[in-house]
Nanobody
Framework: QVQLVESGGGLVQPGGSLRLSCAAS????????MGWYRQAPGKERELVAQ???????NYADSVKGRFAISRDNAKLTVYLQMSSLKPDDTAVYYC???????????????WGQGTLVTVSS
């Protein structure tokens, strides 16, 4: 069974920074894409940032230039460095990974439990 454990959420003032971490554990042979999503109250879950196994990144327009996604393959961990935070960034942040249990096996997506980020003065 593959599990993701997120950490790093909390309360921060506008303009502040936070770093989210998401560590995977379990019988993982390989991980392709790793990503962060968020869901604000009353809104749909949306992609925030994504990083491929090759290191290519993709960001939502609303966070470009402020957020940075990175991964440590040895630690099976993905990070989201968030800077210049705004009240509109307030949401529950979820990480996800696409993983395979063996060579040439199909990939599955698993989600973290979510961590709350609140941007408020």
């Amino acid at each position: 069974q593959v599990q993701l454990v997120e950490s790093g959420g909390g309360l921060v003032q506008p303009g502040g920074s936070l770093r989210l971490s998401c560590a995977a554990s379990g019988s993982i042979f390989s991980i392709s894409s790793m990503g962060w999503y968020r869901q604000a109250p009353g809104k749909e879950r949306e992609l925030v940032a994504q990083i491929t196994s090759g290191g290519s990144t993709n960001y939502a327009d609303s966070v470009k230039g402020r957020f940075a996604i990175s991964r440590d393959n040895a630690k099976l961990t993905v990070y989201l460095q968030m800077s210049s935070l705004k009240p509109d960034d307030t949401a529950v942040y979820y990480c996800s990974i696409d993983w395979a249990r063996a060579n040439k096996a199909g990939y599955f997506r698993v989600w973290g439990q979510g961590t709350l980020v609140t941007v408020s003065s």
